[in-house]
């Protein structure tokens, strides 16, 4: 009968020995060796079922199909444009997937996309090269405009977000800051200074307190002391828009 | 004459202190700290990123490159020498060597995880010492990795054998058998040595015995790296889910 040998959601290590005997099942970043599970990378320990898994406390982005991210425009191709999208890739955002109206061959595509724009895009696709294609067809992706961009540790975008987006809808509604997380941890926040450079405190203090519980009261706390009682404000169509794209986002990723 | 009581005072098979530390460079993506009696050093880890020069990119996994640099002040009092020199080289590449069969870059076609140990201070070991702290700096940058690597000098000083050589034992010179230093990186989880190395004379059974006293010692270290690594996410343990 095999058994566990650390704590479930414990931090566990490289090469720390998780399991023992053939029942469990090693997942992401866990592998078998011999009769025990080891651990394959930094993270914290979960089991779902037989299934021994690590969640990555730590790392760079990694592009995965069907995330919404950020990306910066770093080159303007002949039918298309080449994006950072803040990891060891760059990302093809085709001309195709861009829109849907007619460019005339030979056509200027700066019009569209200029090179340091920021743009909220889909992932379409990943191929074992890491060749990133994007789309911006689809609810919520559009160029951004003005406002501010942050760079937050990935692993902690879901925590942002929160649960439904309970946590970026917070923040929103005590500054009045538009605020889009994109998964490969790019955050673009834009509306007054001074409640932009709150949002940014409320955004850092969850990177850093992300794993000490009782985080939603301290930032309401937080945002509270910052810029007085939250009403609840009255929401745009565009913010429900982005509210449900990234609940989704957070279903996801659980 | 024989070599009977070390110089420092420690026993035959003791190691020096030990200091680890995990997260010590904010701005990268990894970082590592270990202090080993008086050598200390750090290790910085960036990537995966985009690898240039271009023709070094391997399409089939990424690759790791590791720099070692000893600091200007960091030797017994003379300048030493910053950047790349025949010496730096070397354990540069035996650095990489020995971490390359834990970490597991398949997963990052064409990219480049890059290594930077720095050694402010040194009193020998100090590639071992750049390896701990490389080792928990990789972790800590959340590459894949099979295990931990530690490392450790194990040697003979006058015929007597040692573990974790200091600059005077390495120095010794009154003995009629000499000194052998051996720098060993040792992989707990397959018992491998990824790195093994000698400088000096040492007699087949006398090296065998050594290596073997140098496993324990890799042992010890592997769970002051462990520890380091843990502390820092010490309180990730629980969740607000």
Redesign the interface.
């Known amino acids: 009968m095999g058994k566990l040998l650390v704590g479930e959601?414990?931090?566990v290590?490289?090469?720390?020995k998780i399991a023992e005997g053939l029942d469990y099942l090693p997942a992401h970043?866990a592998?078998r060796?011999d009769d025990h599970i080891?651990a394959?990378?930094?993270?914290?320990l979960t089991v779902d079922g037989r299934a021994v898994k690590i969640i990555?406390?730590?790392?760079?982005y990694?592009p995965k199909r069907n995330d919404v991210i950020i990306g910066k425009v770093i080159d303007v191709m002949i039918s298309g444009w080449r994006m950072d999208i803040n990891?060891?890739?760059?990302a093809m955002l085709s001309m195709k997937d861009a829109t849907s109206d007619f460019i005339a061959r030979g056509a200027d595509l700066t019009q569209f996309f200029n090179l340091e724009d920021y743009v909220v895009v889909k992932i379409v696709n990943v191929t074992?090269?890491?060749l990133v294609d994007l789309t911006t067809k689809g609810p919520g992706l559009r160029k951004l405009y003005g406002g501010r961009v942050i760079t937050v540790n990935c692993?902690k975008v879901p925590r942002i977000i929160g649960?439904q987006g309970s946590m970026v809808s917070l923040i929103k509604n005590a500054t009045g800051c538009k605020i889009i997380v994109g998964q490969n941890g790019i955050v673009w926040l834009q509306g007054e200074p001074m409640s932009e450079v709150i949002a940014i405190q409320a955004i850092k203090k969850i990177e850093e307190e992300s794993?000490?519980?009782?985080?939603?009261e301290r930032v309401t706390e937080f945002l509270e002391k910052s810029c007085g009682k939250i009403e609840p404000r009255e929401s745009s169509e565009e913010q429900n828009d982005e509210q449900s794209e990234e609940a989704q986002e957070e279903q996801q990723e659980q | 004459m024989t070599y009977t009581k070390r110089l420092d005072g420690r026993k035959q098979k003791e190691i020096r202190p030990i200091v680890a530390k995990a997260g010590v460079i904010k701005n990268a993506d990894g970082s590592g700290y270990f202090k080993i009696g008086n050598t200390v050093a750090y290790a910085a880890v960036y990537g995966p990123r985009e690898l240039h020069p271009k023709f070094l990119q391997d399409p089939s996994t990424g690759i790791l490159r590791c720099n070692y640099n000893m600091m200007p002040f960091s030797g017994m009092g003379n300048r030493v020498k910053p950047g790349q020199n025949r010496r730096a080289k070397e354990i540069s590449l035996v650095t990489e060597k020995a971490l390359l069969p834990v970490v597991d870059l398949k997963e990052y076609p064409n990219a480049v995880v890059d290594v930077f140990i720095e050694l402010p201070q040194t009193d020998a070991g100090s590639r071992c010492a750049g390896i701990c702290a490389a080792s928990i700096a990789l972790a800590d940058a959340g590459i894949p990795m099979k295990d931990l690597v530690s490392a450790v000098s194990v040697g003979t000083v006058d015929g007597t054998i040692v573990v974790d050589l200091d600059y005077f034992e390495e120095a010794y010179e009154e003995g009629e058998e000499g000194v052998a230093d051996i720098p060993i990186a040792y992989i707990p989880s397959t018992q491998e040595l990824s790195l093994l190395q000698m400088d000096g004379v040492i007699t087949k059974d006398k090296l065998v015995e050594a290596l073997e006293i140098g496993k324990k010692a890799c042992e010890e270290i592997i769970e002051i790296q462990k520890n380091a690594l843990k502390e820092k996410y010490k309180i990730s343990g629980e969740d607000n889910e």
């Open positions: 959601r414990s931090v290590v490289p090469g720390e970043g592998y060796k080891l394959g990378k930094l993270g914290l990555p406390l730590s790392g760079r990694m990891c060891a890739y760059s074992s090269q890491k692993n649960k794993h000490i519980s009782g985080l939603t």
